[in-house]
């Protein structure tokens, strides 16, 4: 169960990672109904992690299995618990019930979730000690070092596509989306320009 737990939570990390640089950038038009429930679901799913690493989960610390609620409490409180209760503030909740839904605003008020995706190594790291300890097969430490700088990599050329996006919005005679002529372009194509950009620039 846990380790169904975890690799859910990577998931959604890595979901996060892409989703709300993406909702900053590109919808101006702000975010639907169903968007907007995925990401509440999201967001509750998070919750129920923060409660249950105060109540529910044992871990392990300087080589020592802590199972008593006292102690791996205290442990998560002491580390990860202010960052984490950073990122279930609810801010793009509130604000798509008081009219944000309908600008890039929800996407901004999505930072609050972004806090998160710091935890990103730790999952996966503990997803590959999984797959070693339960698999058919083992993932080394460098082949966990090589699928590290890949999605690094990949986030890195996606953020900037979405900066790179950004700022063909700000207001001026000519951006380079209008010298690409691009604005009528939906989402899609203009994401996929601007990651072509940020992936062949970056080398």
Same mark, same amino acid.
């Given at each position: 169960m846990r380790y169904a737990w975890d690799f859910i939570l990577l998931l959604q990390t890595i979901a996060f990672i892409f989703i709300i640089p993406y909702q900053v950038s590109f919808l101006d038009s702000g975010v639907g109904l169903p968007h907007f429930v995925l990401d509440t679901c999201m967001d509750a799913l998070f919750f129920m992690d923060v409660y249950a690493r105060l109540r529910k989960f044992a871990i392990m610390k300087d080589g020592f299995l802590l199972v008593e609620r006292a102690e791996f409490r205290q442990v998560y409180l002491n580390t990860d618990f202010r960052g984490d209760l950073l990122s279930i503030i609810p801010? /793009?909740?509130? =604000?798509?019930?008081?009219? @944000? #839904?309908?600008? /890039?605003?929800? =996407?901004?008020?999505?930072? @609050? #979730?972004?806090?998160?995706?710091?935890?990103?190594?730790?999952?996966?790291?503990?997803?590959?000690?999984?797959?070693?300890?339960?698999g058919k097969f083992k993932i080394s430490t460098a082949q966990l070092r090589i699928i590290q700088i890949f999605f690094i990599v990949l986030f890195l050329c996606h953020w900037f596509a979405c900066v790179f996006h950004l700022i063909g919005h700000i207001p001026s005679e000519v951006t380079w989306l209008v010298a690409d002529e691009s604005m009528d372009i939906?989402?899609?194509g203009r994401y996929l320009r601007s990651f072509y950009w940020s992936l062949y620039t970056g080398e």
């Amino acid at each position: 169960m846990r380790y169904a737990w975890d690799f859910i939570l990577l998931l959604q990390t890595i979901a996060f990672i892409f989703i709300i640089p993406y909702q900053v950038s590109f919808l101006d038009s702000g975010v639907g109904l169903p968007h907007f429930v995925l990401d509440t679901c999201m967001d509750a799913l998070f919750f129920m992690d923060v409660y249950a690493r105060l109540r529910k989960f044992a871990i392990m610390k300087d080589g020592f299995l802590l199972v008593e609620r006292a102690e791996f409490r205290q442990v998560y409180l002491n580390t990860d618990f202010r960052g984490d209760l950073l990122s279930i503030i609810p801010a /793009s909740t509130i =604000g798509y019930f008081f009219g @944000f #839904q309908n600008t /890039s605003k929800y =996407g901004v008020l999505r930072a @609050f #979730q972004f806090v998160r995706v710091r935890h990103f190594g730790r999952y996966l790291s503990t997803f590959v000690e999984n797959i070693n300890s339960k698999g058919k097969f083992k993932i080394s430490t460098a082949q966990l070092r090589i699928i590290q700088i890949f999605f690094i990599v990949l986030f890195l050329c996606h953020w900037f596509a979405c900066v790179f996006h950004l700022i063909g919005h700000i207001p001026s005679e000519v951006t380079w989306l209008v010298a690409d002529e691009s604005m009528d372009i939906d989402n899609g194509g203009r994401y996929l320009r601007s990651f072509y950009w940020s992936l062949y620039t970056g080398e």
